[in-house]
């Protein structure tokens, strides 16, 4: 009886469907360890060995979500520091190389004793 002390409510009431119990969703611990304890069919041995199973596989299963919730976020980080380097490349000017326009290369040179001076100053 003293295995069922500090138990978590789901445990019990997952214990109590595996042995084919009756519950309802008010049902307090208290309640749920009496209807174990008071059950005909009632095994201390069987019922602590089964609580064992299902702790344990509550428990990996929560593991199991903490990993997959862990990948997941490495996996955005490592998507948002592979984009990182592109969008402060471009918004810092390094990455995309605007045209420039060379003045000089663009106006004719003044030719001093061939052009004529209005044609360069208008």
Known sequence: MSYLAGVKKEDLRSLCEDLGLTITSK??????KDLIINDI?????FTREHLKGIIQHRKSDYEQKLR?????RAFKLEKLRLSQPKQSATTHGLGAEKPTLDVQKLLPKFKAQDDDIENFVT
């Open 27 to 32: 049902m307090s611990v208290l309640n749920l």
């Open 41 to 45: 069919k009632y095994d201390e041995e």
């Open 68 to 72: 997959e919730i862990e990948s997941e």
